[in-house]
């Protein structure tokens, strides 16, 4: 492998056949056919046999194939060993509903993580790259060896690269190094020390490489390697090791599993052994093991119903694709999810920490005033130490939004920025740096060098000697300080954007570039006032987050007087009193700042360590925190928070990578929309697992009634078809409930609520057993219809019509339930219900209603689900049907009363 770092800039270009402007399109098009994608190994994806063995490895699927496995030992017993292929019914049943759950799984996962993959590229790294000697955006995958990337602070590293230009760049490079103080990068070949046989990678600093960040500067490089050819590729292995990321919904469904599962065996235990002992105490021969193997199946029998009846089979499933809709959901709605993780923690959160410019604004400045003795000279500083672009065709400037109006605004007075940059070539350049505010480019100008400083006008005035006045450098006065000050609040009063300039002649070449070198000693040349003007959306958006209990917060570099006068505009602060500076937190220790953090809502002329205090602070309150970010500084306090936020369009690839999501949009407005399908996602699947879970709670009552009173009401073929299709259906259309109106009304739940938190579990286990009720009063009915009397019902006689009647009952009750659920404290009959209607709902109704009545009437399938065609009549359908209506208005009432109990008003 070469060693490009002791090879000097136009060697290395040879040696990967490229040059200064890049390669062509043609050039680039082979290399990437011939070398592949600048990516690293991946993780190995599991294959469709572990994947499968994964999904019947559940708990409660374990459960179910041991369930079918002694139900077929039961039934070769029961045949004196010469059973039919019709005795293996509920065998092959059970077995049938594990095969359709899996596949249902798997089919579900693929789609989940094909949805996730794409997502992923619709955020994947992008890069600069020089092709056919013009700048374009590449995704940084398509990157080839010989590629000119220009890079600039925030930009992530696509590749190994040797540096072609350097202007005061600096990169992190901990991943490979591990050292966090960024490396001052330089052209110059390295040189090898006496005692060493390489340059350690360390001190390669003409090399940028994959995995490291460009954090001040800017400069361009010629790409060396690519994909696992690069120095990150080398440790690729360590790196593919990853783990598939779960949410805490679906951590608690896993708990739930073990949970359930666990119910499930110790009633099991409690039924045969109840079986058992009354076998043997009303026995007149409790020895004989012919009547304890005969009761012992029985028994065995009847503990499978219950395992069947007690398992949601279909739950996982739905839960996974309620997940997967939702994210693609929020993707339609601007807002890309990076981590499943987010979906969740949306729905609770208290505190929304945002940006101003770009997010609440429209980041479109245009500057409206100015304070100056010289408009032409401000507007060719502002133009020069800028790095937009405009040649004379273009209608508007391209760059970072600041810098194009000033560029824009030059242009207006017929100072045109291309010229400039002919006439006037950077020679050199301090960077904009957040901390000092201040941004300054070294030119040559004939045989003079002149430097052109922007900025925060109160620090750069403060770094002036001089003023220009009338042609001519003055030495500045404390009084022209104080006039340009107060110029400056009242721009700010009005919510402009101030920037001041200033210039400073050099008769020879500085020593250095650095800031401390050339910021000192300039001439003030005057101040300009740009505006950015609110986005119309965000008005209504901080509305929503107060009404829905959340507090926006905002968070800027500008000047305070701007910030306050947005700040009252959008509705997050009413009072001067709360807003505060930056500066004024570095007074605060840690345990001051609890208290005082909860008193303002804006934060001007922040630098990046204070967003990180706001949000860990607020987080300490306990309070689930968003933050909002752009540069590359943005990244700690990204990570800081609970949702990482970045911005798809201004955002570097520092942030992006390291936010939970991103913002297509770069619109607050989207953050709310965000939020609501956060918490709509999250009451979707909680509507789905009350549901699920009170519907077979209400089996597991029937069924442990039934084994202890003597009565067969259902087998295990009725409970897997209620389970499976009459539970998974609606179900499934359920988690397509769109947001009730009253939902962003709502205070945030908290990060603890758990699945049977406000209220949740008291309503499964009343309407579970309402459920119960009415099912075994169907089977009660059937029996006195089929016998005229109930004196037998305990006697261990079947009777099909009885069942019949209870598994019709079971399943149009569970429909209504399902219906009920659309809303769970709110009611069904509202306006609101009827104007949002779920026809996904509706036609699961319709489906589900359709196959039941198939299984009853069609004669295959009357024999598998016991119904006897002679003695069920239409009088049973509908009084089957009649029963199950009864949940709607009693569910109605117990709603209502949950509503009065906790004070909250019924949705209309």
Request: aromatic residues 6%.
């Amino acid at each position: 492998m070469s060693k490009f770092y002791m090879e000097g800039a136009e060697e290395v270009l040879r040696e990967v056949e490229s040059n200064p402007e890049g390669l062509t399109t043609q050039q680039a098009e082979e290399r990437l056919a011939k070398n592949g994608k600048n990516k690293l190994k991946e993780p190995e994806k599991e294959s469709l046999g572990r994947k499968f063995l994964n999904s019947i490895a559940d708990p409660m699927i374990i459960m179910l194939i041991a369930a079918a496995a002694i139900q077929a030992v039961v039934t070769v017993l029961e045949n004196a060993g010469k059973p039919s292929f019709g005795d293996f019914a509920d065998v092959v049943v059970i077995l049938v509903v594990v095969i359709i759950n899996t596949i249902m799984s798997l089919v579900q996962e693929s789609k989940a993580e094909a949805a996730m993959e794409a997502l992923m590229q619709m955020t994947a790294a992008t890069s600069k790259v020089l092709r056919d000697g013009k700048q374009v955006v590449l995704k940084s995958e398509d990157i080839v060896v010989g590629d000119v990337v220009v890079f600039e602070a925030g930009d992530a590293v696509p590749a190994d690269c040797r540096i072609l230009e350097s202007y005061s760049m600096k990169a992190e490079e901990a991943a490979l190094t591990g050292e966090s103080v960024p490396v001052s990068k330089v052209i110059d070949v390295m040189m090898l020390k006496e005692d060493r046989e390489d340059v350690p990678l360390g001190d390669r600093k003409n090399m940028l490489y994959s995995g490291s960040t460009v954090v001040y500067g800017r400069g361009s490089a010629v790409v060396t390697a690519t994909g696992m050819d690069t120095e990150m590729g080398r440790i690729a292995e360590a790196l593919t090791e990853a783990e598939k990321e779960q949410t805490p919904m679906q951590k608690k469904m896993a708990e739930l599993s073990k949970f359930l599962t666990k119910l499930v065996l110790g009633i099991c235990v409690v039924v045969f052994a109840v079986g058992l002992i009354e076998a043997v105490v009303l026995s007149r021969d409790p020895f004989s093991w012919k009547l304890l193997g005969s009761a012992g199946l029985k028994t065995f029998i009847a503990a499978i119903a219950l395992a069947v009846a007690a398992i949601p089979e279909g739950l996982p499933a739905v839960v996974t694709i309620i997940l997967s809709i939702g994210v693609t959901a929020m993707s339609k709605r601007q807002a890309l999810i990076r981590k499943l993780t987010a979906v969740e923690t949306l729905g609770c959160t208290q505190i929304i920490c945002s940006d101003k410019t770009g997010t609440l604004t429209q980041n479109r400045m245009t500057v409206v005033d100015s304070f100056t003795d010289d408009p032409l000279l401000l507007a060719k500083a502002m133009a020069c130490c800028s790095d937009a672009k405009r040649s004379l065709g273009m209608h508007e400037a391209t760059g970072e939004p600041t810098e194009a109006a000033l560029v824009n605004h030059a242009h207006d007075l017929k100072i045109y920025k291309d010229e400039l940059d002919e006439k006037f070539p950077r020679v050199g350049e301090a960077p904009f740096d957040s901390m000092r505010k201040m941004m300054s480019t070294v030119h040559q100008e004939g045989d003079r060098i002149y430097q052109y400083t922007k900025g925060a006008t109160e620090i750069v005035l403060d770094r002036c000697d001089f003023v220009w006045r009338d042609g001519k450098a003055i030495p500045i006065t404390e009084e022209y300080k104080k006039q340009v000050r107060q110029i400056c609040k009242q721009f700010a009063d009005r919510a402009l954007r101030v920037l001041g300039a200033a210039y400073k002649p050099h008769f020879t070449m500085p020593p250095d570039f650095e800031a401390e070198t050339l910021e000192q000693g300039m001439v003030f040349i005057g101040c300009l006032g740009m505006i950015d003007p609110c986005r119309p959306e965000v008005y209504e958006a901080i509305e929503e987050c107060r009404q829905a209990g959340i507090r926006p917060v905002m968070i800027t570099g500008d000047h305070k007087d701007t910030a306050v006068a947005i700040g009252r505009d959008l509705g997050i602060i009413t009072d001067e009193s709360q807003a505060i500076e930056g500066a004024q937190l570095d007074k605060f220790s840690d345990e001051e700042l609890l208290t005082e953090v909860p008193k303002y809502s804006v934060y001007a002329r922040v630098q990046p360590e204070h967003k990180v205090r706001i949000v860990k602070t607020w987080r300490a309150l306990g309070m689930v925190t968003a933050m909002t970010g752009d540069g590359v500084n943005d990244a700690p306090s990204i990570k800081a928070a609970d949702i990482g936020i970045g911005m798809g369009i201004t955002g570097t690839d520092v942030t992006k990578g390291a936010a939970d999501m991103v913002l297509a949009d770069d619109n607050f407005a989207t953050i709310v929309n965000a939020v609501e399908e956060g918490r709509k996602i999250y009451e979707n699947v909680c509507k789905v697992i009350q549901f699920q879970l009170s519907t077979n709670m209400s089996e597991v009552i029937v069924m442990f009634l039934s084994t202890l009173l003597h009565f067969t009401i259902l087998t295990p073929v009725h409970l897997l078809w209620i389970n499976m299709v009459t539970d998974s259906l609606p179900g499934l259309a359920l988690g397509m409930e769109k947001a009730e109106g009253n939902l962003m009304r709502q205070k945030p739940r908290a990060s603890t609520d758990g699945i049977f938190s406000g209220g949740a579990g008291i309503d499964m286990v009343w309407q579970g057993i309402y459920l119960a009720a009415i099912e075994l009063g169907a089977y009660f009915i059937g029996y006195y219809l089929e016998f005229g009397s109930l004196s037998g019902v305990f006697s261990g006689a079947i009777c099909v019509n009885a069942m019949a009647m209870a598994f019709l009952t079971m399943n149009f009750a569970e429909m209504m339930c399902a219906v009920n659920m659309r809303s769970r404290k709110g009611s069904i009959l509202s306006k609101e219900m009827f104007k949002n209607m779920n026809w996904w709902l509706f036609g699961a109704f319709f489906v589900t209603t359709l196959m039941t009545l198939l299984a009853v009437y069609l004669p295959g399938l009357q024999q598998v689900f016991d119904i006897d065609p002679g003695t069920f009549q239409t009088k049973e359908l509908f009084i089957s049907i009649g029963l199950a209506l009864t949940t709607i208005p009693v569910f109605e009432i117990g709603k209502a009363i949950h509503r009065s109990a906790r004070g909250e008003q019924k949705v209309e």
